[in-house]
């Protein structure tokens, strides 16, 4: 986490409504999904740790791959997608395991994200071949209780990534992530899976401001909730 503020640790303590909403929900499996750069894992991380949650995140840095791929896409795509796919399928299926010490589940993706990427990345032969695997294994997936999509802007989510500094991201170009962040678009706004909260996190800062992450987490466990919800922060300068 950045800076010296630590809302994932103690914003229960001061919040007798929220704790009484956590306390109330049905939810069990919280999915956070969102372009490179958007958060995701970070918060992922702040609501294991609020919650006491199990947490399961995308082990990106163990594809061999990834660091060619952002060199040169079109002659690594198709080994990157697939095997992101089989290591996410391998991940997503232990999630149906019980777990005793755990009343919540919170990873960093989901398994249908997976098309996301090979419908922007593959050829057509390609994708022919991806389809026919991905549709002997995705009903196998266990399905979150919520997704929550973090939506952010191009010029945001280069930030952060440079900001963090990672070297296998050196080589992501603004074009890629300005597609990829329609790509993204494009799907959630059309996902009907599950349980769906959109958040606009362009001018959040969940991470540093605990009113921030409050008013997240309040989003995230209000009752009696629609399908597809939109949460667009008023965010004072």
């Known amino acids: 986490m950045q800076g010296g503020n630590n809302p994932a640790g103690d914003i229960l303590d001061s919040q007798d409504s929220l704790q009484d909403l956590i306390g109330q929900t049905d939810m069990r499996y919280i999915a956070v999904e969102g372009v490179i750069g958007a958060g995701k894992t970070t918060l992922c991380t702040m609501l294991a740790e609020t919650l006491g949650a199990r947490v399961v995140t995308e082990q990106f840095e163990e594809n061999p791959f990834l660091k060619d791929f952002y060199k040169d896409p079109e002659r690594y795509a198709f080994q990157t997608q697939i095997f992101f796919l089989l290591t996410r399928y391998k991940q997503q299926r232990s999630l149906s395991q019980a777990d005793l010490f755990h009343r919540f589940l919170v990873t960093d993706y989901i398994f249908e994200k997976d098309k996301i990427f090979a419908y922007l990345n593959l050829e057509d032969e390609e994708l022919k071949l991806y389809e026919t695997l991905v549709g002997s294994i995705e009903h196998n997936i266990v399905q979150p209780d919520l997704v929550v999509y973090l939506q952010s802007s191009v010029p945001r989510l280069m930030q952060n990534i440079k900001h963090r500094g990672r070297p296998i991201e050196d080589s992501i170009t603004e074009d890629y992530i300005r597609d990829l962040n329609e790509a993204y678009n494009y799907f959630f706004f059309r996902y009907k899976a599950t349980s ?42």
């Open 196 to 237: 769906l909260l959109i958040v606009n996190a362009a001018e959040l800062d969940f991470v540093n401001n605990p009113v921030h992450y409050r008013d997240l987490l309040l989003q995230i466990f209000r009752q009696n909730r629609a399908a597809v919800e939109y949460y667009n922060p008023i965010v004072k300068t």
